[in-house]
């Protein structure tokens, strides 16, 4: 049973850093590209980031380019989101996907397994 268990969420202050992490289980985390996702209240879920099998390749959407990383340990088979200078319009549930054998994507369709999500709330 595949299983992406986020934590990492709470409350921060705008300009602050949180640092989000999925360890995943019962797949073969090196063979799955990975990405979070996130959803405001009241609208869609949208792409954040995603990483390459290795981690060599990465892309996230113009809104968080030089503010979030995306990381990943495959030996500890774990993704990271590393958020800092936090704006209140980065509050969200931020979800963890993971897409088997095939290459990252922006699209949430392209995705095979999801974590539950973890709450980030900035304040103002």
């Known amino acids: 049973q595949v299983q992406l268990p986020e934590s990492g969420g709470g409350l921060v202050q705008a300009g602050g850093s949180l640092r989000l992490s999925c360890a995943a289980s019962?797949?073969?985390?090196?063979?799955?590209?990975m990405a979070w996702f996130r959803q405001a209240p009241g609208k869609e879920r949208e792409f954040v980031a995603v990483?390459?099998?290795?981690?060599?390749?990465?892309y996230s959407t113009d809104s968080v380019k030089g503010r979030f990383t995306i990381s990943r340990d495959n030996a500890k088979s774990t993704v990271y989101l590393h958020m800092n200078s936090l704006k209140p319009e980065d509050t969200a549930v931020y979800y963890c996907?993971?897409?088997?054998w095939g290459l990252g994507s922006d699209s949430e369709r392209q995705y095979d397994y999801w974590g539950q999500g973890t709450q980030v709330t900035v304040s103002s």
């Open positions: 990483i390459s099998w290795t981690g060599g390749s990465t």
């Open positions: 996907a993971a897409r088997q």
């Open positions: 019962g797949l073969i985390f090196s063979r799955n590209a």
